[in-house]
C-alpha cells in the first residue's frame, strides 16, 4: 500500500517535471527543428466537423422531409406551440391586444395596469408565505416600476410565464416516461448529462439557426435549457415514493393509471415543486442571456449598457433583475414547501372568493387606467433614476481607488495569470493528447483515459486547442481561488451557528442570480479581460465551494465529534484530525461543483473578452455559425464531462482507500 | 382440546398457501425450475441468492387472527406481501376462497382488492395530500363510488376508529396513533373479507401500542374479520392471536396455537421466544384439566378462562374446581397443585 502510493507521488512529480520542460522548451524546439507543428496543430489535419454540422442543420431545415412531412413543419409547429401564447400574454399585459396590423392597427383593449399585476403578486405572496413575503414581492415589483423598468421586466416576466409551464409539463412527462419505461430513461441519461454541461450560448447557436431571431427562439432555448432538472427531479420523485405508499395505491385496487396520478405523482409533489422552483430560476436565469438572441426585456437593457459601458442603466437594470429573480424564488419556495394546511370546506365560489375579487378588480382597473392616466403609465416625472448615482460611485473609485485596484490586478496578473497561461498553453498538444490519457487513466482506470484521449483529440482536431487551453487555465485558477475561499468559510459556517445564518442567506440569493449580473459590477471596476472574468467566476463558483464543505462539516457525526473531544483533542485538532477528514468526501463533491459553476460562469464571461472556447461560442452566435457553435460547445462539454468523471474517480478511491485504511 | 378451538377448526378455509417460495438476487426467478427439488440453504447463499420466503404453509380460516411472528428480516412482508400478491412469488400455490391467487388477471386482481382485500402497512402509508375523510374514502374513489355514498361510508369507519372531529385534517397533522387509525379506517372502508396487516404498531410508542391492542381486539368482536396479522413482538402475538406461525430465515418454523406455542415449542428457536412468557397467562384451564376423578368441588370454571385470572380462587380453596365447556359440559378438573406445576414451569403430563 505504501510503495504503491509513493509510486503514485513520483508518476506526479515525473509528469509535472517532464511537462514544465516541454512547456518551456517548446518554443525553443519548434525553432531548433523547425517543426512548427510542434507547437500548433497542423490546420491540414483538421476534420472540419463544424462546416459538417452546418451543412447538416441547413440540410436538416431546407430539405429534410419525410414524405410530405418537413422537418420544417416541426420547427414550425413548435414555433406555434409557443408563439400562441407568448402573443397573447405579451398583448394582455405589454402591449394591448388590437385589431390589424402596425400603423393601422386599432387598439380595442390597452395593456394592463401595473397596479392590478403588483396587487396580484402581493396577495399571491400573502397568501403563500404571509406578510413577508408580501412586502419583499411588492417591494421588488415597486423597485421596477420606480426605475422605469417596467416594460422590460414585464417582458421578461412574460416570457418566463409562458416558458414555465411549457418546461413543468414537458419535464413532467418525459421524467414520467423515463419512470415508466427503462428505455426511455437510458436513452435519456445521455443527453440529461449533456445538457446539463453544455454552455448556454452553445444552445443559442442551433436553435437560432432554426427558429431565427426573436423571442420564439429564445422561449425554445430557454425550454431546453430548463426542462433537463425536472426530468431528473421527477424521475426521482417518483422513485423515492415510499414502496408502503405504492403498495397502498395497489391493495386500494388502483388501476396502474389510477396509481400514478392519484397516489405517485401527489405523494411525490414536494420534490416536483423543487423542481418548478429549478425551473423558475433557470428559465429567468436563460430569458436574461437570450436577450442576445431578440428576447428583450431586462437582459436586454442589462446587454445595452454594457456594450455602451452605461455604468448607472447597468447598475439599475442589473437590480432589477436581482428582486425580479428573489421575488420569483421566495414566491416558487413558498408555494413548493407549502403543504396542505387548510381543508377544504365550502362551495367553490366561497373557496375561490379571493380569486374572483381579484378578477372583479382586474376588469374595474381598466376604465380607472382611462380616468387616471397614471395608472395605465407609471408617470415619468414619479420615477426615480439612481443611474447618475453609481456613475459617480464608480467613477469616484476608478479615480480614488484606482492605483490601488490596479496594484492588486496587475499582481494578480503577473504572479498568477499569466505564468499559468504561458504554462498551459506552452504545453505541445502531442504531449497534452499524451497527458489526457495517463492522468484520467491513472486516477479513475483506462477507459477512463480512453474517454479523455477521446475529448482531448476531438479538441485539437477541431483546431480548438489553444481555446481549451485557456479555458482550462481560466478555471483552474478560478476554482483554486473559489475553493480557498470557500472552504474556510464553509468550515467555519459548519462550526458557528450564526455564521451558518449569514452564510446560508448570502450563498441562497446569489445562486438565485442570473449568471448575467455578475458581469456588471465587474465590468464597471475592473473592466474587460481574464482579471474581470476571473472574479466573476469566483464569485459565481463560490457558492458551492461554502455550501458543501458546510454540509460536510455539519454532517460529521456527533458521536466522531464527542470521542474526540473525550480523547482530549484541542479544538484545532478537532478541525484538522476529526472533522475534516470526516467531511472530505463531501468538500469533493463540493469541488466538482466549484468546477461545473465555474465552467458555465466562464463560458458567459466570453462578453468581457475572454479569448477561451465560450468566446469561440460566442462568436459563432453573433455570425450564426451553427457548426462552429456547436463544435466549441461540445468542447467545454468534454471539459466537464472529465473534470466530473475525474472528481468522482477521485472521490471513490479516497473512500476506498480509507476504508482500507481502517 | 379447547372448544373454541374445535369450531375454529370447522370453520371454511379462506386464504391457504402451500410450498411458497420468495428468491432474490439474479436469476432467482428461475432458480427454482433449474434446480428442481428443493435446494439447500447452503447452494441458495452459494449461488448468492437471498431466500426471503422458504416452502411456507399457511392455513386462514374464517373469523381468525393469524398471526405471523418472527424477527425483523425473516421474511414476514415479504409472505404477507406474496398472500396479497403485491409480490409475485417464486414458486408455490395461493388460493383465496378456493381460487387460484397466482392465476388471476391484473383486472381480476384489481376487483379481488377493490372489494375483498384490505391492508394496513407499518408505516400508515397515507396519502400526504389528502385529508384524514379523503384518506378514508380513497379506495371508493378508487372504485368509482360516488362523492355522497363514499363520504358517508368514509365517516362511518371513522368513528369506528374514534376519529370523529378530525376528518377534515391532514396526515401531518395527526399522532403516529392516530394516522394508524386512519389507515385502519381506510382499510376498512371497503368491509374486506380479508384484512392483512404488516406490523401495525411497530412504529407506536409501547404505551400507545398497548391502546391500540385493545382497541384492535374490541374492534373485530364487533367486526369478526378474517386477519392476517405481522408482528416481531411475541407478547402482541400471544395477545392477539388464534393461530400463530413463527417464521426463521424465511421458514415457518412452527403453526400453531398461542398455548401450544408456549407449552410445547417445536425448536430451541420458539422455545427461546416463548421463555419468558409467564404460562399462566397464556394456557387455558381447558387445556391443563385432568380426567374428573374427584367427587366433590369447590365451584365450576369455564374452560376458556386463563390460568392466571383463576389461579387464586383454586389456590384458595381446599377442594378441585370442575371445568365446564362453553356448553356446559365437564370436561375435567383442576386443583392447586396443576396451578403450581405451571406456574414454577414444571412439565405438565401430556
Ligand atoms: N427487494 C428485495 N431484494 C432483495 N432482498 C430482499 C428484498 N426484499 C426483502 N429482501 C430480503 O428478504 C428478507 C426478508 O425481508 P422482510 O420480508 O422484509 O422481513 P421482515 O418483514 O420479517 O422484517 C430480508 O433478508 C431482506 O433483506
Ligand atoms: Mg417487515
Known amino acids: 500500500m505504501k510503495r504503491l502510493r509513493l509510486n503514485g507521488l513520483m508518476l506526479w512529480i515525473g509528469l509535472f517535471a517532464i511537462t514544465i520542460g516541454l512547456s518551456v522548451s517548446s518554443k525553443a524546439l519548434v525553432q531548433l527543428t523547425g517543426w512548427t507543428w510542434l507547437a500548433k496543430y497542423p490546420q491540414g489535419l483538421q476534420l472540419n466537423l463544424d462546416r459538417f454540422l452546418s451543412a447538416a442543420l441547413k440540410w436538416l431545415l431546407e430539405d429534410a422531409a419525410l414524405g410530405s412531412f418537413q422537418f420544417r413543419d416541426i420547427t414550425r409547429l413548435i414555433s406555434a406551440t409557443v408563439e400562441a401564447p407568448y402573443a397573447v400574454l405579451r398583448d394582455l399585459i405589454v402591449n394591448g391586444f388590437a385589431i390589424g396590423q402596425g400603423q393601422t392597427a386599432i387598439p380595442i383593449l390597452q395593456p394592463m395596469g401595473w397596479l392590478p399585476i403588483i396587487l396580484g403578486f402581493g396577495v399571491l405572496a400573502y397568501r403563500l408565505g404571509g406578510p413577508k413575503l408580501a412586502a419583499i414581492v ?124 392519484k397516489v405517485q405523482l401527489p405523494a411525490a409533489r414536494t420534490m416536483v415543486m423543487v423542481g418548478v422552483n429549478q425551473v423558475i430560476m433557470l428559465t429567468l436565469n436563460m430569458v436574461i442571456i437570450a436577450s442576445m438572441i431578440g428576447a428583450g426585456g431586462l437582459g436586454y437593457d442589462v446587454l445595452t449598457a454594457l456594450r455602451k459601458l452605461d455604468v448607472g442603466r447597468g447598475v439599475e437594470a442589473g437590480f432589477g433583475i436581482v428582486f425580479l429573480a428573489i421575488a420569483l424564488d421566495r414566491l416558487s419556495q413558498a408555494l413548493a414547501t407549502q403543504g396542505p394546511t387548510e381543508p377544504a370546506v365550502g362551495s367553490w ?9 381579484y378578477l372583479a378588480i382586474v376588469v374595474a382597473s381598466y376604465p380607472l387606467a382611462k380616468l387616471i392616466p397614471a395608472l395605465a403609465a407609471f408617470p415619468a416625472e414619479l420615477q426615480l433614476s439612481t443611474g447618475g448615482f453609481w456613475a459617480a460611485v464608480v467613477s469616484w473609485i476608478n479615480v480614488n481607488l484606482y492605483d490601488q485596484i490596479e496594484a492588486v490586478k496587475v499582481a494578480v496578473l503577473v504572479y498568477v495569470l499569466v505564468p ?42 477541431s483546431g480548438l486547442w489553444p481555446q481549451a487551453m485557456i479555458t482550462l487555465y481560466l478555471c483552474g485558477v478560478s476554482v483554486v481561488i473559489a475553493m480557498l475561499i470557500g472552504v474556510p468559510l464553509g468550515i467555519l459556517a459548519g462550526q458557528n451557528e450564526r455564521a451558518h445564518t449569514v452564510l446560508t442567506w448570502v450563498i441562497d440569493t446569489l445562486q438565485t442570480l442570473p449568471t448575467f449580473v455578475y458581469l456588471i459590477p465587474v465590468v464597471m471596476l475592473f473592466r474587460v479581460g481574464d482579471f474581470s472574468a476571473m472574479i466573476a467566476v469566483v464569485m459565481y463558483a463560490v457558492v458551492p465551494a461554502i455550501r458543501y464543505a458546510a454540509v460536510g462539516i455539519r454532517g460529521v457525526d456527533s458521536q466522531i465529534v464527542e470521542a474526540g473531544i473525550v480523547s482530549g483533542c484541542t479544538p484545532r485538532q478537532l478541525i484538522w484530525k476529526i472533522k475534516l477528514p470526516q467531511a472530505m468526501p463531501t468538500i469533493l463533491l463540493g469541488l466538482n461543483q466549484t468546477i461545473m459553476f465555474a465552467l458555465s460562469m466562464l463560458v458567459i464571461t466570453a462578453l468581457v473578452g475572454t479569448r477561451d ?46 476504508v482500507s485504511d481502517v | 382440546m379447547t372448544p373454541k378451538k374445535l369450531v375454529l377448526m370447522e370453520r371454511p378455509i379462506i ?13 432467482s426467478d428461475t432458480y427454482l425450475q433449474r434446480h428442481d427439488g428443493v435446494p439447500t440453504a447452503e447452494a441458495l447463499r452459494q449461488a448468492n441468492i437471498v431466500t426471503a420466503v422458504r416452502q411456507a404453509d399457511v392455513t386462514v380460516r374464517k373469523g381468525e387472527i393469524f398471526v405471523i411472528m418472527g424477527l425483523s428480516g425473516s421474511g414476514k412482508s415479504t409472505l404477507v406481501r406474496c398472500l396479497s400478491r403485491l409480490i409475485e412469488p417464486s ?34 402509508a397515507l396519502l400526504p395530500h389528502l385529508t384524514v375523510l379523503e384518506n378514508a374514502a380513497f379506495p371508493l374513489e378508487v372504485q368509482g363510488v360516488d362523492r355522497k355514498t363514499r363520504i358517508e361510508r368514509a365517516m362511518q369507519v371513522i368513528e369506528l376508529v374514534g376519529l370523529q372531529g378530525r376528518e377534515n385534517r391532514y396526515p401531518h397533522q395527526l399522532s403516529g396513533g392516530q394516522q394508524q387509525r386512519v389507515g385502519i379506517a381506510r382499510s376498512l372502508v371497503v368491509e374486506p373479507d380479508l384484512w392483512f396487516l404488516d406490523e401495525p404498531f411497530s412504529a407506536l410508542d409501547p404505551l400507545i401500542r398497548r391502546e391500540m391492542q385493545d382497541e384492535f381486539l374490541r374492534l373485530q368482536a364487533r367486526l369478526q374479520k378474517t386477519i392476517v396479522f405481522i408482528t416481531h413482538d411475541f407478547d402482541e402475538a400471544i395477545r392477539l392471536a388464534d393461530h400463530i406461525a413463527v417464521m426463521q430465515d424465511g421458514v415457518i418454523v412452527q403453526t400453531a396455537t398461542p398455548e401450544e406455542l408456549v407449552l410445547r415449542p417445536a425448536t430451541e428457536y420458539v422455545a427461546e421466544f416463548t421463555r419468558h412468557i409467564p404460562k399462566a397467562k397464556v394456557v387455558r384451564l381447558g387445556t391443563v384439566a385432568r380426567h374428573l376423578q374427584s367427587a366433590e368441588f369447590a365451584g365450576d370454571l369455564a374452560a376458556s378462562s386463563r390460568i392466571a385470572d383463576v389461579a387464586d380462587q383454586i389456590e384458595a380453596a381446599a377442594k378441585p374446581f370442575r371445568v365446564l365447556d362453553d356448553a356446559g359440559i365437564a370436561v375435567g378438573e383442576v386443583d392447586g397443585r396443576i396451578i403450581i406445576d405451571i406456574l414454577i414451569g414444571r412439565d405438565l403430563a401430556p
Open chain 2, 91 to 124: 414458486a408455490g400455490e395461493i388460493r383465496f376462497e378456493g381460487r387460484d391467487l397466482l392465476k388471476m388477471s391484473d383486472q381480476e386482481l384489481i376487483e379481488l382488492r377493490r372489494h375483498k382485500l384490505g391492508m394496513v402497512f407499518q408505516h400508515f
Open chain 1, 349 to 357: 365560489m366561497r373557496r375561490n372568493r379571493t380569486f374572483f375579487a
Open chain 1, 138 to 261: 411588492v417591494a421588488s415589483f415597486a423597485y421596477l416600476l420606480l426605475f422605469g423598468l417596467w416594460q422590460s421586466a414585464m417582458v421578461t416576466l412574460v416570457s418566463v410565464a409562458v416558458a414555465v409551464p411549457l418546461g413543468v409539463a414537458g419535464g413532467v412527462f418525459l421524467g414520467i416516461a423515463a419512470f415508466k419505461l427503462r428505455w426511455v430513461e437510458l436513452a435519456l441519461r445521455p443527453f440529461l448529462d449533456l445538457m446539463q454541461t453544455v454552455p448556454v450560448f452553445a444552445y443559442l447557436v442551433p436553435i437560432l439557426f432554426l427558429f431565427g431571431f426573436g423571442p420564439t427562439s429564445a422561449l425554445v432555448a430557454t425550454m431546453i435549457y430548463a426542462m433537463p432538472p425536472m426530468v431528473r427531479i421527477t424521475t426521482r420523485g417518483l422513485q423515492a415514493v415510499s414502496p408502503e405508499i405504492v403498495e397502498a395505491g395497489k391493495m386500494a385496487g388502483c388501476t396502474p393509471r389510477q396509481l400514478l396520478w
Open chain 1, 613 to 658: 472556447l465560450g468566446q469561440e461560442v460566442y462568436i459563432a452566435l453573433t455570425k450564426a455559425n451553427a457548426g462552429k457553435g456547436i463544435v466549441a460547445g461540445l468542447a467545454v462539454a468534454f471539459i466537464a464531462i472529465m473534470s466530473d468523471r475525474l472528481t468522482n474517480a477521485a472521490v471513490k478511491g479516497r473512500s476506498t482507500t480509507g
Open chain 2, 15 to 27: 386464504l391457504e398457501c402451500r410450498n411458497v417460495w420468495k428468491l432474490y438476487g439474479a436469476n
Open chain 1, 420 to 461: 499559468v497561461k504561458v504554462f498551459l498553453l506552452g504545453i505541445p498538444w502531442a504531449w497534452g493528447l499524451v497527458l489526457s490519457f495517463v492522468i484520467p487513466a491513472w486516477i479513475g482506470g483506462w477507459r477512463l483515459g480512453v474517454m479523455g484521449l477521446v475529448f482531448a483529440a476531438f479538441i485539437a482536431t
